[in-house]
């Protein structure tokens, strides 16, 4: 007990400092992936979640530079079940303090948010997303070019039919554990779950070689 009291005494000022340098690494900006968003919404008619994507991913090039952010690759897609929910995702980027991807389900699914060291940031693109907090009686409903912010530590019930632009930023590594459980609890889907460890890894390790933390 008294080195489990002094190791919390070390690690925990560590941990804090370091937390509160986060900040400084991230690159991209909430407020401006709503507008492009919008922007490509508007440009490639909504509903259009192809067309849109396309778009989008073009401009977030534009904004953000090729180094950062991945073109849209039909082979880079895969499934994520987390949370008890399903769909399929892309990554844009990947990086220690932050990821960027495409997520959705053009059939609809329904989970748990999962409680994260990260600030998420669900921006639509297409379809609808409803969420839901203890307490709430009537959900809340996000539609194209609406975003919604779940906090860091935060928690909620949703369901997702359509596809969303989603922006995570906090310790990144600490949100995969919650992002494979599903694999050994209910999938037992180890191709895709190899799938989603090397894509992650290699670009989490190439953002590194152009020292994006």
Not at 103 to 124: C, K, M, N, Q, R
Not at 157 to 180: C, D, H, K, R, V
Request: aromatic share 12%.
């Amino acid at each position: 007990m008294r080195t489990l009291f002094l190791l919390g005494l070390i690690f925990v000022p560590i941990f804090l400092v370091l937390d509160s340098l986060l900040p400084k690494f991230y690159i991209f900006d909430p407020v401006k992936l709503q507008e492009l968003s919008k922007a490509s919404i508007a440009a490639a008619g909504q509903g259009n979640a192809t067309t849109i994507m396309h778009h989008l991913v073009d401009a977030l090039q534009k904004e953000y530079g090729i180094k950062h952010v991945n073109a849209l690759e039909t082979d880079k897609w895969f499934f994520n079940n987390a949370g008890g929910a399903m769909g399929s995702m892309i990554i844009l980027h990947a990086s220690i303090t932050e990821y960027l991807i495409l997520f959705g389900t053009p059939l609809g699914t329904e989970g748990h948010s999962g409680v994260h060291l990260a600030h998420d940031y669900f921006t639509i693109l297409s379809g609808e997303q409803r969420c839901f907090e203890p307490g709430q009686i009537e959900p809340t409903i996000y539609r194209p070019g609406d975003q919604n912010h779940l906090a860091r530590y935060g928690a909620t019930q949703y369901t997702l039919n359509g596809w969303a632009l989603e922006l995570a930023q906090g310790w990144i590594p600490s949100m995969l554990p919650f992002g494979f459980a599903d694999t050994f609890t209910s999938t037992l889907d180890f191709a895709n779950l190899w799938k989603t460890v090397y894509l992650t890894g290699v670009n989490i390790v190439n953002q590194l070689m152009v020292g994006k933390f």
